[in-house]
């Protein structure tokens, strides 16, 4: 489930989110990183997932956390609570590219490659004042859910922004 088969290809770390690290794995994806996450995975598959894939597992559950580590997994515990703090702690330890351009993302709801669409493709799929507000469009190559850059992404660039002036 959400696994591309592209995986690799672009040389950049693949990680694996647990059930309660969804908003995470959407801005992973958005940052181009290839990411596992399912709301109903089981311990036992996301465990399994990681060992055959090589994936690095983010978790917050230390029960997970150990099991992960009794397999020599590459595995990260969170224990910060909030969101930004989590992503912080994540973008320092692994030393991820902040380079956020919607050309390079997956698909923040399958994990799919995304493309730049010209508006005439996806005239009918957004709605019209989308339409009138934005120059460009990005579609999913796998789900065909359209993006522009809107509230999600300006929403992490801030973020992504506050967290580069700490370093
Ligand atoms: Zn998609």
Redesign the pocket.
């Known amino acids: 489930m959400g696994v591309n088969p592209e995986s690799n290809s672009s040389g950049k770390k693949n990680f694996a989110c647990d059930a309660m690290l969804g908003r995470l794995a959407r801005w992973l994806r958005l940052l181009g990183y290839d990411t596992f996450y399912s709301s109903k995975v089981k311990d036992d598959e996301l465990l399994d997932i990681c060992l055959r894939k090589n994936f690095i597992l983010l978790t917050r559950d230390l029960e997970v956390f150990k099991r992960a580590v009794s397999y020599s997994l590459n595995v990260k515990l969170l224990r910060e609570n909030s969101f930004t703090e989590q992503f912080a702690e994540i973008v320092g330890d692994f030393g991820l590219d902040l380079k956020i351009t919607p050309d390079g993302s997956r698909?923040p709801?399958?994990n799919?490659l995304i493309r730049g669409v010209k508006k005439e493709e996806i005239r009918n799929k957004v709605p019209v004042n989308t339409l009138n507000s934005y120059d460009s469009f990005w579609i999913?190559s796998?789900?065909n859910?359209v993006y522009w850059m809107g509230r999600m992404w300006r929403s992490m660039i801030q973020i992504v922004e506050k967290i580069k002036n700490r370093r």
């Open positions: 698909c709801a399958c799919g999913c796998n789900c859910q």
